[in-house]
């Protein structure tokens, strides 16, 4: 459920957040009848509790949220009394039935749904993070995450205009020389290539031509399926014959609608999922 990300997000940046802060800071406030450092972590641990309740999971036995207040003071006891609030609440929200969602129910502005209700506490939660992220900064504190950030970036090498590029090696590949990969029906795979692109895969003589070679990031949308570590590009001379044959033989397959500077290209799968791109190159001026 999308919300259990929300809501761990929060109970990571509260309780590091927490952590951070010195014992003898937890008394803290900002001025007199606002809330100090250790009681906005009480008021989210009680909140928690709260919403549980509102979803339909009682408060424990031996929790009295009304004397939690009393041990804001006390870093110790307010670390923990977030980690079983959070706990707590997640149970909470796993008890919930997706066909409950729409199931009205009381919150502190009214009426509204158990979904509804999702939006009225992320907002609490996100509205008291940035209360103590301010109330941190102001006694000296950067958050965790933040001086992470910083620490990544002070670290990270600088780029300099001395550097000169890489020089290339002497000796040098001067070519593809062969594409080899798991399946799980091997020889029938390479009866799909032979009979629909016509590779041999013991001896496919290539045409000369220009080859791209580039790594993507890990997180590429570029390849379809994330699961999907790699994908061919075959070079072809006439993209719409060999489109209409694919089509023929029963495989779909996608044609990018748009003539880029460096040619056109169409997309299919092999039997096994495997992302394949054609690509006409585009004809030298």
Do not use: C
Request: proline share 8%.
């Amino acid at each position: 459920m999308e919300f259990l990300d929300e809501v761990s997000y929060y109970e990571q940046r509260f309780i590091r957040l927490a952590d951070a802060i010195p014992a003898e800071k937890y008394s803290w406030r900002p001025s007199e009848g606002v809330r100090s450092i250790g009681e906005v972590y009480m008021h989210v641990a009680t909140g928690n509790y709260n919403f549980a309740r509102m979803l339909g999971t009682p408060i424990p036995a031996g929790i009295d949220t009304k004397a939690m207040l009393a041990s804001a003071n006390d870093k110790t006891k307010v670390a923990q009394a977030l980690k079983d609030s959070f706990a707590h609440f997640r149970s909470a929200i796993l008890a919930v039935k997706d066909s409950e969602l729409d199931k009205e129910i009381k919150t502190p502005r009214g009426e509204s749904t158990i979904r509804g209700a999702f939006f009225l506490m992320t907002g609490h939660f996100g509205e008291h993070l940035g209360q103590s992220i301010s109330y941190a900064r102001m006694v000296g504190i950067v958050p965790p995450w933040t001086e992470e950030r910083q620490h990544q970036e002070t670290t990270k090498p600088k780029p300099s205009s001395l550097t000169s590029p890489p020089k290339e090696p002497s000796a040098k590949v001067t070519g593809i020389g062969g594409v080899f990969f798991r399946a799980h029906e091997p020889k029938v795979l390479a009866d799909w290539y032979r009979a629909n692109f016509g590779i041999d895969e013991r001896a496919w003589q290539q045409q000369a031509g220009p080859t791209a070679f580039t790594p993507f990031k890990e997180d590429t949308k570029y390849f379809g399926n994330p699961s999907k570590q790699w994908m061919l590009n075959f070079r072809v001379a006439d993209l719409d014959a060999l489109v209409a044959q694919l089509k023929t033989a029963g495989i779909e397959v996608t044609v990018d609608p748009e003539n880029y500077p460096y040619g056109r290209f169409a997309r299919t799968h092999d039997p096994e999922g495997n992302p394949i791109e054609l690509w006409q190159p585009a004809e030298p001026k």
